[in-house]
């Protein structure tokens, strides 16, 4: 009996191992005939093989967008802004050190409103840049020894690539006759005058002047520059003047006079400048508005 028991045994656990190994996919059976090997130069590191997973600096973060540099970043001027109030705070921090007289001022141009609107591409207005200006002269006058190095830095921004110094008008020579030619304008009035030492005789356009102004006093400002200076009876000039009305004319012949004055003598600079004669008056006719009867004037208010 025991030995019935013993074969029945045998023979269930050769069935069931049967069983599993006809139950196994081919591939899997044949798994070690058909085994793979990887080769490697490099030597195992020692300890575990495993690597930590590479960090990720923005987990959990959704949506992300680059700041901006400056926060006036989405204003209609950034850098115009951004000097503005650079300059405000150091013009505050500042404003307790001593100025120097305008004498002792380093001499400095400065870029004008469209100087600088081609630096900086931006439309800057003209009454917020001539704020920025007063506040860049304001720190310019500081004694040169006590400025702070940031505040030459941000005067940087706003000075022209031009050597003051070296911008001198070049003298303009006289002719082979003893002539200097001086050139003047007024409104739209310009005249151009050839000054020679003689006798005091003056022609505009081939015509003494009583004939070429009617008025005492457009006689006069003609003159003028010789007038001031007393030298009436020893210059002869010769003119040539055109454009605008008469009044323009002859001050735009008083500014061609002392240019050509100048030129045979340059010491009388002072004097014609105290008598208003080198210097260009920049006034010009006001145009007419719509709705006004004149530049400015208004027509008559009628109740009914």
Known sequence: MSNLRHGLQQTLCLRQLTK??????QWQRLGPQFGT???STSQPEA???LTAPPEQPFRGIKT????PVSPSYFSREPRFNDAYIKLSTMLQRYQHLPTAPPELVP??????????????????????????LAMVKRLHSIWPKMMPGEVKEALQEFKRDIDPYKNV?????LDRFGRALGVGRRKTSSARAWVVEGTGEVLVNGKPLNEMFGRIHDRESAVWALRSTGRT??????ALVEGGGVTGQAEALTL??????????????PILRKAGCITRDPRNVERKKHGHVKARKMPAWVKR
Do not use: C, F, I
């Open 47 to 49: 300890g575990s093989n």
């Open 64 to 67: 992300a967008r680059p700041l």
């Open 20 to 25: 599993g190994q006809l139950l196994k996919p």
């Open 233 to 238: 009876d020893k210059y002869n000039v010769w």
């Open 169 to 173: 008008a070049k003298p303009a020579p």
């Open 256 to 269: 061609a006079v002392a240019k050509a004055m100048l030129v045979h003598e340059p010491a009388l600079r």
């Open 37 to 39: 090997k990887s080769m």
């Open 107 to 132: 001499r400095q141009l400065w870029k004008n409103l469209k100087g600088y609107r081609q630096s900086t591409g931006e439309p800057v207005k003209a009454m917020p840049y001539s704020q920025v």
